[in-house]
């Protein structure tokens, strides 16, 4: 992760989860993203699920980031499916419960096994040597 932002990219999460910051503060991987959210607003209104686009919409929203310039990661196919319909590339990782199969019949854009890659798949991505 540390990789990653020193490349100068905008690292977020979206989550299913009501709210990630306390999970991901506690495990020391919040301090790595810039934007953290989840399924409840701050004004204790709800953002739709994934696969809904939702959340990744809004995100590259904070980021004025277009789809070209997005890549969603994750780990489910919920993540996959919500990476398509807000039309982003998404990479699947193969450290939950789903293959490197599942996730390339899914559509995702590319899958990895570890987070480890990530930078060099950015890089190979941006025409830059790694």
Same mark, same amino acid.
Not at 62 to 70: K, N, P, Q, V
């Given at each position: 992760m540390t990789a990653l932002?020193?490349?100068g990219l905008?690292? +977020?999460v979206a989550s299913n989860r009501e709210d990630p910051r306390p999970?991901? /503060?506690q495990s020391g991987t919040a301090r790595y993203f810039k934007r953290l959210i989840g399924a409840r607003r701050p004004d204790g209104g709800r953002r739709p699920f994934k696969p809904a686009p939702d959340m990744l919409l809004e995100l590259m =929203?904070?980021? $004025? !980031? *277009?789809? $070209? /310039? *997005?890549l969603y990661v994750g780990d489910s196919d919920l993540d996959i499916? $919500? !990476?398509l +319909?807000? =039309?982003?590339?998404?990479v699947g990782i193969t450290r939950g419960n789903f293959t490197r199969e599942q996730f390339e019949t899914l559509g995702a854009w590319r899958v990895i096994d570890s987070l480890m890659e990530l930078p060099d798949l950015?890089?190979?991505e941006n025409g830059e040597a790694s």
């Open positions: 932002q020193a490349m905008h690292l +977020a999970t991901m /503060e =929203g904070d980021f $004025s !980031a *277009t789809a $070209s /310039e *997005t499916r $919500s !990476a +319909a807000a =039309g982003v590339r998404g950015v890089r190979a």
